[in-house]
């Protein structure tokens, strides 16, 4: 027999790749800001203690896995909702600190913190919950729900429950000639304040601001027509092949005359396997409280003309990096009008210039 050599080179690319993204990934999460932004977001956090207590039936005499523990703080809630033992997976040198937050409350019966990537983990038994604060920008940047499906395929039992239960993700047109005036037109005056002509910078900065997905808070009467939810994934049954491509289409009619600047995204989770009790939701829309998740912004290189009942349709197709698995591929085939259809691409990553 021939040997395989050749084909395990490739492999071991892949491999060596992937461990290079989640050490990089998983460093970002060792330090206090992060996680301190996370804590502050009361939305989040208060919208986790709400469904985790609400639970509590649920919950209660349990086993419970929570996937991507950073500092504990969910596995603290399942703990006073009564769990008989929560699992603390967390990758991130914070596992440590996850460990004291633990001990200074006196949890260390019902909770044990393991630091390990889920996939590297073994646990001893099954579990009846998990819960899993996964959720990135645009929903799905940092791939971290591959980590939930893969937990939920080992561990979870047979009628168990998942928190949250169901994501949807949303798409809106906007305005905001503001950004082309704030960071394209600037290159424009710098010759009035400093004598030099740096023009020439200008289809660089619409390249990286146009080519790539901005976080921002989107002001709500900036959107030009209502929003339409464009994907939801049902948590239980979700694959992860099936997140290798989320696809939504979407079709608009404009409020009245304005400049069509580009599409905010933004996403909400609901936990509806709660027993007896109305579902918690979690909403990063821009007509709600903000939350550090912010809105995702797809801006056109060019304001596009548009009035009353202007129809935009198209399609949104959103894919792990290609460069990096964990960052997010975003393409977009629309229509404005009678306009021929228009295809662009927006990159979500640590490294892609903005």
């Known amino acids: 027999m021939a040997s395989n050599g050749s084909d395990e080179a490739p492999a071991k690319r892949i491999k060596r790749r992937r461990q290079d993204e989640d050490g990089f990934y998983f460093k970002s999460y060792a330090g206090v800001s992060i996680h301190e932004e996370m804590i502050r977001d009361e939305v989040r956090t208060n919208s986790y203690r709400l469904a985790i207590l609400r639970s509590s039936e649920q919950i209660a005499g349990k086993i419970v896995a929570d996937i991507g523990a950073g500092t504990g703080i969910l ?30 409350n006196g949890m260390e019966q019902q909770i044990q913190v393991i630091q390990g990537k889920v996939e590297d983990v073994e646990l001893p038994e099954k579990v009846d919950v998990i819960v899993s604060e996964w959720m990135g920008h645009f929903l799905l940047y940092e791939s971290m729900l591959n980590s939930v499906i893969y937990a939920r395929d080992k561990w979870l039992k047979k009628g168990g429950i998942i928190l949250p239960s169901k994501a949807s993700l949303y798409l809106a047109p906007i ?53 339409r939810e464009v994907a939801t994934i049902d948590i239980s049954t979700i694959t992860e092949q099936e997140l290798q491509s989320i696809q939504g289409s979407f079709d608009f009619k404009c409020f009245g005359i304005s400049k069509f600047c580009g599409f905010a995204a933004w996403f909400t989770v609901t936990f509806d396997d709660i027993q007896d009790r109305d579902p918690v939701t979690i909403s990063t829309s821009p007509y709600k409280h903000p939350t550090h998740w912010k809105q995702s912004v797809l801006y056109l290189p060019e304001p596009v003309s548009v009035e009353q009942d202007t ?14 698995s964990r960052y997010l591929d975003v393409a977009l085939q629309y229509t404005v009008g009678e306009m021929p259809q228009i295809s662009r691409h927006y990159t979500m990553s640590d490294d892609y210039p903005s």
């Open 175 to 227: 305005t905001n000639e503001e950004i082309y005036k704030e960071r394209i037109d600037f290159w424009s005056e710098v010759k009035s304040k400093y004598r030099l002509n740096m023009d020439c910078m200008i289809p660089y900065a619409k390249e990286c601001i146009f080519g790539s997905v901005q976080i921002e808070d989107v002001i709500g009467s900036d959107l030009i027509a209502h929003e």
């Open 311 to 324: 129809e935009m349709k198209g399609l949104i197709t959103l894919s792990p990096g290609m460069t990096n």
């Open 75 to 104: 596995s603290c809630f399942c703990a006073q909702a009564g769990a008989k033992k929560v699992y603390a997976i967390e990758a991130s040198a914070i596992a440590e600190q996850a460990r004291k937050v633990v001990k200074s």
